[in-house]
């Protein structure tokens, strides 16, 4: 046992009764029905720890927690405990003084329960005492260990549904169709670095859907001053009007009604 080591509590029950047992006759095991139950020789708390992979069944006094017996356990199950034939409650326990002696007694429990739990107890360390050799064989041997294999066995296929997968990118790139404009015109951009005098309309007027503006418009360069601003006229009228023709009179180029002032 290395100096270092610390103990740890595994169990603990508050009442447990301690029997004398007679010689085992035969190898089929202890009968509690042989003891005298009634009459224990001892009775007193029962506590387990363990220090290292050993554990201790130490017997004390209830109130004073005085050591009445201790049994050292190095395997379980083995000759250390044993459990009875015909009870679950009893069980039989190699106590030891520290000198050499060694004697069997009897121990059971008032309560199905305790017992359970002592039983576990003793369990649970020793599959833990298992676990840590298997992990010290595995650190020194590494090798020795299994495995772990990731690859194809022979005949083994996967299969990929690659369809759904075509049709997921076929959705996501598909481009959108630019809705159609409602105005037959469309107003172009001025040039690049050039300026032009844009009539803006006046609070409350917009675009009509052909791109003209309303009645009335105001004349960046005039100072706030209104102008009629000419209706378009159809696409089949000439655009060009009188202006084609030569005239002397200056009143003959401005037809009434079309909405053109004279400066």
């Given at each position: 046992?290395?100096e270092?080591?610390?103990?740890s ?5 508050p009442?447990?009764?301690v029997?004398?047992?007679p010689?085992?006759a035969?190898?089929?095991g ?5 003891w ?15 220090k290292?992979?050993?554990?201790y ?9 005085e ?9 379980f ?10 009870s679950?409650?009893?069980?039989v326990i ?5 000198n050499?002696?060694?004697a069997?007694i ?6 199905r329960?305790?017992?359970f739990?002592?039983?576990?107890a003793?369990?649970d360390?020793?599959?833990?005492v298992?676990?840590q ?7 020194q041997n590494p090798d ?6 990731l690859?194809?066995?022979e005949?083994?296929t996967i299969k990929l549904?690659?369809?759904n997968?075509k ?6 790139g598909?481009p ?12 172009l ?7 032009t ?9 917009q675009l009509?859907?052909g ?10 360069s005039?100072?706030g ?5 000419p ?7 000439d ?8 005239t002397?009179?200056t009143s003959?180029?401005?037809q009434?009604?079309t909405?053109w002032?004279?400066f």
């Amino acid at each position: 046992m290395e100096e270092g080591e610390y103990e740890s509590v595994l169990c603990v029950k508050p009442e447990v009764h301690v029997y004398r047992i007679p010689p085992r006759a035969t190898n089929r095991g202890y009968r509690a029905a042989e003891w005298q139950l009634d009459q224990p020789s001892w009775s007193g708390r029962l506590r387990i720890t363990a220090k290292g992979q050993v554990a201790y069944i130490k017997l004390e006094d209830r109130t004073s927690g005085e050591l009445f017996a201790q049994a050292p356990v190095d395997q379980f199950p083995g000759t250390a405990v044993e459990s009875v034939t015909d009870s679950s409650r009893y069980f039989v326990i190699r106590i030891e003084d520290g000198n050499g002696r060694r004697a069997f007694i009897g121990i059971g429990f008032g309560d199905r329960g305790d017992a359970f739990d002592f039983n576990v107890a003793l369990q649970d360390h020793f599959k833990w005492v298992k676990q840590q050799c298997e992990f010290a064989k595995q650190a020194q041997n590494p090798d020795l260990g299994p495995k772990l294999d990731l690859g194809f066995k022979e005949g083994q296929t996967i299969k990929l549904n690659i369809a759904n997968m075509k049709k997921k990118e076929g959705a996501a790139g598909t481009p959108r169709a630019r809705p159609a404009s409602t105005g037959g015109l469309s107003l172009l951009p001025p040039p690049p670095g050039g300026k032009t005098s844009t009539l803006i309309p006046p609070p409350g007027e917009q675009l009509s859907a052909g791109g003209s503006l309303g009645q009335t418009a105001v004349a960046p360069s005039s100072g706030g001053a209104t102008m009629s601003w000419p209706q378009p006229k159809p696409a089949t009228a000439d655009i060009w009007g009188d202006f084609t023709k030569s005239t002397g009179s200056t009143s003959s180029q401005t037809q009434p009604g079309t909405g053109w002032v004279q400066f």
